[in-house]
């Protein structure tokens, strides 16, 4: 993933750079009754800039379009950005609109993905503390043993370095825990004779001879985890309705587009007014653009992530 945001990171600039390099062409390369081949030229650093950054966007767009899936916000964005730039061809060399669509779509997609990753980094150093076994001592020897198979009330012995299995009381021993993975405290907790310990916890110092009061499945990290995985994997109730709204939403902005092209330039025709249709061309374009429901089903499922992930990192 981090490969990918360098490649993505580095198509953005390559754009960008192409497209101030297009602004900065004389402005008479574009003006009227310039020779066909100067415009050429003015075209070719958009062109290029708009397919390092646009190409895959193009790609998953005629995908979708085989697969039956039209209208998705890949299909709006290739739209607007190629209707922008048939506009630009059309009246007056200005391409950098249709560039500056499919650039801030990427800068965004990033910002996505890198939010998603940090996430994931997150909720995967929480699966650390998972106990991988526990020390039971058997005919004087300490055995290794699955923390699944280890029952209440057997006593479990902790050394230090190792991560406490299942929750327990302390019957021996002396010793401090690391508990930041799980409660966030920065400082080690003094644990002694007595005292209750929770499972995930780290010892750092002494011995510690622990009677289990719960089984693995029932013990804090366990819960833990299982809650994180579930959280993960299930959809809320606002990420359900926001999939279905998107599939109602989509076919209902192409059509208002749509309309917004065809109806005000007829009702003028009607009227013995000139139809403008450019005009409203671009205004279809432009609504398309603002109206693309990316951001809207993607912040919802993202929200989510990226608050199991903030969770996790702080324990």
């Known amino acids: 993933m981090e490969q990918e945001n360098k490649i993505m990171i580095g198509r953005i600039a390559a754009a ?22 100067y415009r050429f030229f003015h075209l070719l650093p958009y062109l290029a800039a708009y397919l390092i950054v646009a190409w895959d966007i193009l790609l998953k767009a005629a995908k979708n379009i085989r697969k039956g899936q039209v209208l998705d916000e890949n299909f709006l964005m290739a739209v607007a950005s ?11 060399g200005d391409y950098a609109e249709a560039v500056a669509v499919m650039l801030f779509y990427q800068v965004g997609e990033l910002f996505e993905d890198y939010a998603v990753d940090k996430s994931r980094r997150n909720i995967s150093e929480l699966m650390d503390i998972r106990p991988d076994y526990a020390n039971v001592e058997r005919d004087g020897k300490l055995v290794r ?20 299995p299942i929750d327990g009381r302390v019957v021996e021993g002396r010793s401090s825990l690391d508990t930041a993975a799980l409660t966030g405290e920065s400082l ?38 299982d809650l994180v995985e579930d959280a993960s994997s299930r959809k809320a109730k606002s990420e359900v309705f926001i999939t279905k709204f998107a599939r109602v939403y989509t076919p209902a902005v192409c059509s208002a587009a749509l309309a917004l ?49 903030g969770a996790s990192r702080q324990g």
């Open 145 to 164: 043993v699955d923390p699944d198979d280890v029952a209440i009330g057997t006593r479990i012995i902790v050394q230090p370095g190792e991560k406490v």
């Open 261 to 309: 092209f065809l109806l005000p330039p007829l009702v003028r025709m009607a009227l013995g007014m000139a139809p403008l249709w450019h005009m409203w061309l671009y205004r279809s374009l432009l609504f398309l653009v603002v109206s693309c429901p990316c951001a809207l089903v993607l912040s919802i499922p993202l929200g989510f992530f990226a608050g199991i992930g």
């Open 16 to 37: 960008f750079v192409l497209t101030v390099a297009g602004a900065f062409l004389p402005d008479a390369w574009s003006g009227e009754g310039v020779a066909l081949e």
């Open 188 to 225: 080690p907790r003094e644990a002694a004779p007595g005292d209750e310990v929770i499972s995930g916890c780290i010892n750092l110092s002494g011995v510690l001879t622990i009677e289990t009061t719960k089984e693995f499945g029932e013990s804090t990290v366990s819960r833990i985890l």
């Open 82 to 92: 190629l209707g922008a730039f048939g506009l630009g061809i059309y009246q007056n």
